[in-house]
């Protein structure tokens, strides 16, 4: 139990650590001498991102983006909203943008299209999580940590109605429990 939800499942700090890991080796590779922008889509990438850029071992720029698509629900309304936009120009440079979870996939449309206007050399997408679920705009995930089909995840970032961010791993919800 955590508070008054039962958890039917757990991804432990270790496990995070193995596939935080994994993508920097991955990024690492394939950016040598690029210097590619890291785009960290808020608030819930705050943890995954600032593990993410200390593991990759080549110089890099970052930036962030808020995007509010779910508001205090744990379905998306599919009305996305940017209020926060990047700073660092992206035009010719390699985009790679850092998500947490991708769910219905509708955040990240908007998203890289929204990027896309800026004229990026390249726009790729790293995700902790792709949660297969509840799919709806086909979007292809070019890095990705974990791959689940359903459930509603927190923890590491990921929140519940704005709880739960802080905790250092994964925790899957049985939304039954909800209020
Ligand atoms: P999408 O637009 O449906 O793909 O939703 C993406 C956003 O919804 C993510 O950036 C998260 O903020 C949020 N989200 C989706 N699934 C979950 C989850 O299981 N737990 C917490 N947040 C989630």
């Known amino acids: 139990m955590i508070g008054q939800y039962h958890i039917l499942e757990k991804i432990p700090e270790k496990k995070i650590r193995q596939q935080v890991r994994r993508l920097a080796r991955i990024i690492t590779q394939e950016y040598q001498s690029r210097e590619p922008v890291l785009i960290g889509v808020l608030n819930g990438v705050f943890l995954f991102f600032a593990d993410l850029v200390r593991e990759i071992s080549i110089p890099l720029k970052i930036d962030f983006v808020r995007v509010v698509s779910y508001g205090s629900q744990d379905v998306s309304s599919g009305k996305i909203t940017l209020t926060k936009d990047i700073e660092v120009p992206i035009e010719g440079k390699p985009v790679i943008i850092i998500e947490d979870i991708v769910d219905t ?4 449309c908007h998203l890289v299209n929204h990027i896309k ?7 790729k997408i790293c995700a902790l999580i792709s949660k297969l679920e509840r799919r709806e705009k086909e979007i292809q995930i070019d890095y990705w940590g974990f791959e689940i089909k359903e459930g509603f995840l927190v923890g590491y970032g990921l929140d519940y109605n704005e709880q739960f961010r802080y905790l250092p791993y994964i925790l899957s919800l049985d939304m039954r429990d909800k209020s």
């Open 105 to 108: 996939g509708l955040t990240l």
């Open 117 to 123: 206007e800026k004229k990026p050399e390249s726009v």
